[in-house]
């Protein structure tokens, strides 16, 4: 699986950290930046390819991490067939993919830490969506808003 990440300044330690766990666990990275640590970069310029990326079913999900996660979480969802959202906890991180479909997680590299982070992703990348009809009914109402 073809797994995207990014950060910003406030995400940059842990995106490192994050990859290092992606590619011991055998996934092929795709790393859309920042590239080197500056406080002056905005999270907009990393999230958005990122999100675009797994619109275009270029890679499988994404990670996207910013100093809260909530800018890059708001970022994310503008873009259509993007379903992103902050975790910071082990259940929503595979009840939001079984449930919701979720493909980006956006984690806060100013409060999440990176024992949590090295629970988290697994429990997003290992999960599957169940397709039950109720779950896909509801993403039909919401992908209507998409169009």
């Not at 996660?69 to 067939?81: L, M």
């Not at 991180?93 to 409060?111: R, T």
Request: with cysteine; glycine share 10%.
């Amino acid at each position: 699986m073809k797994i995207g990440i990014c950060s910003d300044h406030g995400g940059y330690a842990l995106k490192e950290i994050i990859r290092e766990l992606l590619l011991k666990m055998d996934f092929e990275v795709v790393d859309f930046g920042a590239y080197k640590l500056d406080e002056q970069d905005d999270y907009p310029d990393y999230v958005i390819p990122l999100a675009q990326a797994i619109a275009t079913n270029t890679v499988s999900r994404g990670i996207a991490i910013c100093g809260s996660g909530i800018g890059a979480s708001i970022a994310a969802n503008k873009v259509a067939g993007v379903r992103a959202a902050l975790i910071t906890e082990h259940f929503s991180a595979h009840q939001g993919v079984e449930d919701d479909n979720m493909n980006m997680i956006c984690l806060g590299g100013w409060i999440t830490g990176s024992a949590s982070a090295k629970e988290l992703v697994p429990a997003f990348l290992n999960a599957k969506f169940t397709g039950e009809e109720r779950h896909r009914r509801r993403l039909q109402k919401v992908s209507k808003l998409e169009k």
